[in-house]
């Protein structure tokens, strides 16, 4: 279960740098690797996991070394659920409570 700690396997994890998509599954440390990634290159990691109903997500964004090689490692923290609640009014109507339910 995400709890910013606990390493997630199975989640969903895609890397996008301009010139390619590819999406991998973590392993059971949670660990993921992608090869292939063009030196000076900026790219988008974005990791995806569903548990009992609840998505979860998370990003980051970085950059491999001019000359190639391997890059910084890359820590993503799946955000835990949460909910928001508030009013919300129209002028012709009286107020309704509010509540979302956030699982990303």
Known sequence: MPDGYTPVANASVEL???????????????SFQFKDVLPASGYTIIARFTQ??????????GSTPIKGGPSDPAVLILLKQGAV??????????AHTVREVLGS
């Open 85 to 94: 609640e508030g009013t919300h009014r129209r002028p012709e109507q009286s």
């Open 52 to 61: 009992n109903g609840i998505y979860r997500t998370a990003y980051t964004t």
């Open 16 to 30: 996008t740098d301009g010139v390619q998509d590819n999406t991998q599954v973590t392993a059971l440390d949670g």
